[in-house]
């Protein structure tokens, strides 16, 4: 089991930086791949960007590439996501979630392949 919690998000102007975070407590974070997603109002949850375990290997959403990076630290059981050139429809709640695997290397885009996820966070870009 483990529990992942969420960084607060917040209100960001178009075109900002935001870096959210996710702590993971309970068994050893390394052995998740983790992944970021998140879903908007009156849409269904998507892919933002995904590590794998090692860290060693990331994925991003063609819309968040070149602005987004994903990242971790396994001492300290965290993933990252750092936000730049915020777009007003990026405004959602963005959820961290965590998959246990084997596979030291692959990523997983898939939301129903994850096994735990955080309580969610809001991010609110103006235009």
């Known amino acids: 089991q483990v529990q992942l919690v969420e960084s607060e998000g917040g209100l960001v102007q178009a075109g900002g930086s935001l870096r959210l975070s996710c702590a993971a407590s309970g068994r050893t974070f390394s052995s998740y791949a983790t992944g970021w997603f998140r879903q908007a109002p009156g849409k269904e949850r998507e892919f933002v960007a995904g590590?794998?375990?090692?860290?060693?290997?990331?994925y991003y959403a063609d819309s968040v590439k070149g602005r987004f990076t994903i990242s971790r630290d396994n001492a300290k059981n965290t993933v990252y996501l750092q936000m730049n050139s915020l777009r007003p429809e990026e405004s959602a709640v963005y959820y961290c979630?965590?998959?246990?695997?084997?596979?030291?290397?692959?990523?997983?885009?898939?939301?129903?392949?994850?096994?735990?996820w955080g309580q969610g966070t809001q991010v609110t870009v103006s235009s």
């Open positions: 979630a965590a998959k246990s695997t084997l596979l030291t290397m692959l990523v997983y885009r898939d939301d129903s392949q994850y096994d735990y």
């Open positions: 590590i794998a375990r090692s860290g060693g290997v990331t």
